[in-house]
């Protein structure tokens, strides 16, 4: 496991934990010493999937863009 100082750490810190994230923990020491490791939560190693994730679960029905305009435009009728 990669062992680095605090100020190595300091310095480098978010290419460190990027690699954590990607499989690679690492040890941070103070003067050679072991202090703590850094491991990836269980969160961080899922990719986070947004786009198209209903897909095949709902469906949008072709005149999506013109339900309730009736009730819409009586809505407006008479205004001025």
Do not use: Y
Request: include cysteine; aromatic fraction near 4%.
């Amino acid at each position: 496991m990669l062992q680095v100082n605090i100020h190595e750490a300091k310095t480098h810190l978010s290419a460190l934990i990027e690699d954590a994230t990607k499989g690679t923990p690492f040890v941070i020491a103070k003067s050679g010493k072991p202090m703590v490791t850094v491991l990836p939560c269980a969160d961080a190693q899922k990719p986070r999937k947004r786009i198209g994730f209903l897909k095949g679960k709902i469906t949008v029905p072709d005149d999506f863009d013109r339900m309730g305009g009736r009730e819409i435009a009586s809505s407006f009728q008479g205004m001025e």
